[in-house]
C-alpha cells in the first residue's frame, strides 16, 4: 500500500496559477472551506464570466510587499467564520502546490490581516488519501519567504489582466485589433475615454474618476493618445502610474516623441542618423538657416504638423525663402531639413515591439506628391528591411524610451535616415500589408511585463 500523504498542523504551500511561490498555511480540519487573504477584491470583466483581482500581503511581517494576483471566479457564497460572522466571499479555483503534490483546490478570499495565517486549509481541500497529523508542523518540507526576493525578475504567471485602452476613438480599427487580441488571450478590456478622465491628485489615495465613478486600479493602461490629446492624456496616464500600473508607453516617452524638437534631440544624442535639420523659431536670417542644411531642395515643415500637413518641399532657394517668411509670420516653430531625393516619395514604417521590429511597411506618395502619409492618399505596401533598417529602427524606438512605437525612415544614398518615432502608432496598414497578428504580439508583450509585486515602502521612499 502507498504511504499516506501527511499533512501537518500547519504547512508551506504555493499556488503557481496564482504566482505565489510560498504561502504559510494552518491546516484546520475544523473549517470547511479554504481561506486565502486578500484584500482589494475586485470582481471585473463579463457579469456572465466574471474575473477576480485581488492584492495579497503573503509575509506577515512586511506587509509592505504585496502581490497583485487575478483569476476566474466560480461565483460568491456566504461563509460563516470561526467567530460566527457571516461574510460573502469571492470564490476561486486554482491548484495548490505542497510538497510533491499540486490539486486543485476551491479558496474564498477574506481579509486575514489579523490572523496569525494567510491561508487556511479546510477540510474539504484535504484529499482522501490524505492524513492530518495535528502534532507535526511542516510535515511536507519547509519553504521560504526569500523565494519573494527575485520575484520582481521572474517572469510573471500568466492571468486573466483587466486593461483599459486609453482612447478617444474606441472604435478604430486599432482599438477594436487590441481589444480582440486581448480577449482572446482571456484578458478584459475596457475603452476609456481620455477626455472623459478627471484626476484627483492626493499624495496618498491618487485616483482616476471617470463620469464622476471612481476608476479601478488596472492591471494595464494601453495609451491611445491622439496629438490633439497629448498633455492631458500625459497627465492621466501618470496618475494611473502612481496608481501603481503599467503602463505600455510611458508618459515621459510618449511626451518627448511628441516633442518634435526634443524628439530630434534625443535621437541625435543617441547618435541616430536623420536628415540634415536646422530648427528656427521666427529666425530674422532665413539665408544662415537655409545653409546650415544646404543647397535647395529643401523640406519645410510646420513643428506641430500631424499626417504630412505642413510639410512643404522647396525646389529652390527662393522658394524655401518664401516658404520661411510665410511661417515666420505665423510665428510657428519649423524646421528646414535636407530633401531625400533618392527616397522617392517613399517611406518605410517599422513597428517596434519590445526592441523587435515586428512588422514594417513602405508607404509610397501618391503621383506628384513626395510625402507618403497614407492620409495624403499614399499606398503601403509589403517591404522587407535591411538588417541596418532593423537596427536603425530598434534604437530609435530605445532612444525614445517606447515599448510599442512606429519608426518612420526614408532609404537614403548613405542608408536609412530616421524621420519620426510615433509613440500611438497605427495598426491597420502594417497588419493589412505584412499579414501579421501585431496586436496580439503586443498583448504577449505586456504578458510578460506586467509585473506582479509592488512594494509599496519602496515606491513610498523613492518619491
Ligand atoms: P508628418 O509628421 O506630418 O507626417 P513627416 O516629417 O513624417 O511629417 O513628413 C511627411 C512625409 O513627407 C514623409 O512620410 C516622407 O514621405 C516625406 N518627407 C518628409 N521629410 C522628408 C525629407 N527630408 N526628404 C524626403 N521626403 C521627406
Redesign the pocket.
Known amino acids: 500500500m502507498n504511504e499516506p500523504f501527511v499533512l501537518g498542523w500547519e504547512e508551506w504551500a504555493a499556488f503557481p496559477g496564482l504566482g505565489l511561490p510560498a504561502v504559510k498555511a494552518k491546516v484546520d480540519t475544523g473549517a470547511r472551506t479554504s481561506a486565502l487573504h486578500a484584500v482589494s477584491v475586485e470582481p471585473f470583466g463579463p457579469v456572465t464570466n466574471p474575473q477576480i483581482r485581488f492584492i495579497l500581503h503573503p509575509i506577515p511581517e512586511k506587509p509592505d510587499i504585496e502581490v497583485i494576483c487575478s483569476a476566474p471566479a466560480l461565483g460568491q457564497r456566504e461563509i460563516t467564520s470561526s467567530n460566527g460572522e457571516s461574510e460573502m466571499r469571492w470564490v476561486i479555483e486554482t491548484p495548490v502546490q505542497v510538497g510533491e503534490k499540486t490539486w486543485p483546490i476551491e479558496l474564498t478570499l477574506t481579509n486575514r490581516e489579523t490572523m496569525a495565517y494567510r491561508m487556511l486549509l479546510g477540510r474539504q481541500a484535504i484529499l482522501e488519501d490524505m492524513v492530518v497529523n495535528p502534532t507535526q508542523s511542516c510535515a511536507q518540507g519547509e519553504l521560504s519567504y526569500e523565494l519573494y526576493k527575485d520575484f520582481p525578475r521572474r517572469r510573471p504567471v500568466k492571468r486573466p489582466l483587466r486593461i483599459a485602452i486609453l482612447t478617444r476613438e474606441p472604435s478604430n480599427y486599432s482599438s477594436q485589433r487590441l481589444k480582440s487580441a486581448a480577449e482572446t488571450r482571456g484578458h478584459v478590456v475596457e475603452m476609456i475615454n481620455t477626455a472623459r478622465c478627471t484626476l484627483a491628485i492626493d499624495a496618498n489615495k491618487p485616483k482616476v474618476y471617470y463620469d464622476g465613478q471612481p476608476l479601478p486600479v488596472y492591471d494595464v493602461i494601453i495609451p491611445r493618445i491622439g496629438a490633439s490629446m497629448t498633455a492631458y492624456g500625459m497627465a492621466v496616464l501618470r496618475q494611473f502610474s502612481i496608481m501603481g500600473t503599467y503602463c505600455l508607453n510611458t508618459a515621459e516617452a510618449i511626451g518627448a516623441s511628441r516633442d ?1 524638437l526634443y524628439a530630434h534631440q534625443i535621437l541625435a544624442r543617441a547618435g541616430i542618423a536623420m ?1 540634415l ?1 536646422a530648427f528656427a523659431h521666427s529666425p530674422k536670417d532665413t539665408k544662415n538657416l537655409i545653409d546650415h542644411v544646404g543647397t535647395a531642395p ?2 519645410v ?2 513643428l506641430q ?7 512643404v ?1 522647396a525646389e529652390t532657394r527662393k522658394a524655401a525663402e518664401s516658404v520661411i517668411d510665410a511661417f515666420r509670420g505665423l510665428d510657428a516653430n519649423f524646421i528646414v ?5 533618392e ?1 522617392e ?3 518605410i514604417r517599422c513597428f517596434v515591439v519590445g526592441g523587435r521590429v515586428m512588422a514594417a511597411m513602405m ?1 509610397q ?1 501618391e503621383d506628384g506628391d ?4 497614407l ?2 492618399g ?1 499606398s503601403a505596401k509589403r517591404v522587407r528591411i535591411s538588417k541596418e533598417e532593423r537596427t536603425a529602427a530598434v534604437r530609435a524606438a530605445k532612444a525614445m524610451g517606447l515599448s510599442v512605437a512606429g519608426v ?1 525612415m ?1 532609404r537614403s544614398s548613405t542608408g536609412p ?1 530616421i ?2 518615432v ?1 509613440s500611438s502608432p497605427g495598426l491597420e496598414g502594417v497588419e493589412r500589408t505584412s499579414g501579421k497578428d501585431v496586436a496580439g504580439l503586443i498583448v504577449e508583450y505586456i504578458e510578460t511585463h506586467v509585473r506582479p509585486i509592488v512594494k509599496t515602502s519602496t515606491r513610498r521612499a523613492r518619491s
Do not use: C, I, M, Y
Request: hydrophobic share 35%; net charge positive.
Open positions: 518634435k536628415p535639420t529643401l523640406v515643415k510646420l504638423s500631424t499626417q504630412g500637413r505642413g510639410v518641399l531639413q535636407d530633401f531625400v531625393k527616397a516619395g517613399a517611406d508607404r506618395a513626395f510625402r507618403s502619409n492620409h495624403r499614399g518612420d526614408l535616415k524621420l519620426e510615433n
